[in-house]
């Protein structure tokens, strides 16, 4: 099954129409910061994550925050079990150098290691998309 969570109204409702005979996908409207700590509490077997949080210009969606990865990772530590398999892909990996005046508001790459490193995640470095697994 997969949940698709889309914060802007525009892409929404483009996702409806694709997705409309899809009995694999779930869309969801809103914002990971206000929908996502519900959702990952309801998840049961093996999970796998992709956090793609920042706007890119045009239609897509520009929350309150920079990105809201902190706040999703908070929602999956809070929900993980020891026993399930968890990965946990971060999209963009190039936004999250805070030194960038283009990027201040986002966590460092350091930030994003330490916490899969907290939770027992073995982790690297794909392109442009952090891959941290956890058994």
Not at 56 to 66: P, R
Request: include cysteine; charge should be negative; charged fraction near 25%.
């Amino acid at each position: 099954m997969v949940y698709s969570l889309e914060p802007s109204d525009e892409l929404y409702a483009i996702c409806q129409k694709r997705f409309l005979n899809r009995q694999n996908v779930r869309l969801l409207h809103g914002t990971s910061e206000v929908i996502f700590p519900d959702l990952v509490r309801q998840l049961r077997g093996d999970v796998r994550f992709w956090l793609d949080g920042h706007a890119s210009g045009g239609v897509t969606f520009q929350g309150k925050l920079a990105t809201p990865v902190l706040e999703e990772h908070r929602a999956i530590e809070q929900a993980m079990s020891p026993c399930l398999l968890t990965v946990v892909l971060i999209d963009d990996l190039r936004c999250f150098e805070p030194q960038n005046p283009e990027f201040a508001d986002y966590p460092s790459r350091d930030e994003l290691g330490a916490w899969a490193v907290r939770h027992s995640f073995v982790w690297n470095i794909e392109h442009d998309i952090v891959i941290a697994r956890r058994r």
